[in-house]
């Protein structure tokens, strides 16, 4: 088992900054991909960046790359999203993701609460 709690969310200004932190507890923290995703209100989820394991590569959806940084740090069990330049359009609640494929059982994924985040002037 594996529990997330987001933190970070709030209100900021178009062109502002944001960093999302997510708290994992449970084992094997490093054994997980580690992803960050959000809902719009009236959308649905959608992925928005991650970290693979194993290989620690790193993926963003085209409407974030070269504003957001996804981060890990798995001595803190912690995962990161630094969110730049943030537009209207980014307000959603954030959600963060921890999956990983276990042999026999197949796919487990687990999911925070979210935090919103509101993009507005």
């Known amino acids: 088992q594996v529990q997330l709690v987001e933190s970070g969310g709030g209100l900021v200004q178009p062109g502002g900054s944001l960093r999302l932190s997510c708290a994992a507890s449970?084992?094997?923290?490093?054994?997980?991909?580690m992803r960050w995703y959000r809902q719009a209100p009236g959308k649905g989820r959608e992925l928005v960046g991650g970290?693979?394991?194993?290989?620690?590569?790193?993926t963003y959806a085209d409407f974030v790359k070269g504003r957001f940084t996804v981060s890990r740090d798995d001595a803190k069990n912690t995962l990161d999203l630094q969110m730049n330049s943030l537009k209207p359009e980014d307000t959603a609640v954030y959600y963060c993701?921890?999956?990983?494929?276990?042999?026999?059982?197949?796919?487990?994924?687990?999911w925070g609460k979210g935090t919103l985040v509101t993009v507005s002037s």
């Open positions: 993701n921890a999956q990983r494929v276990r042999p026999y059982i197949g796919t487990i994924n687990y």
């Open positions: 449970g084992a094997g923290f490093d054994s997980y991909a």
């Open positions: 970290i693979s394991r194993p290989g620690g590569t790193t």
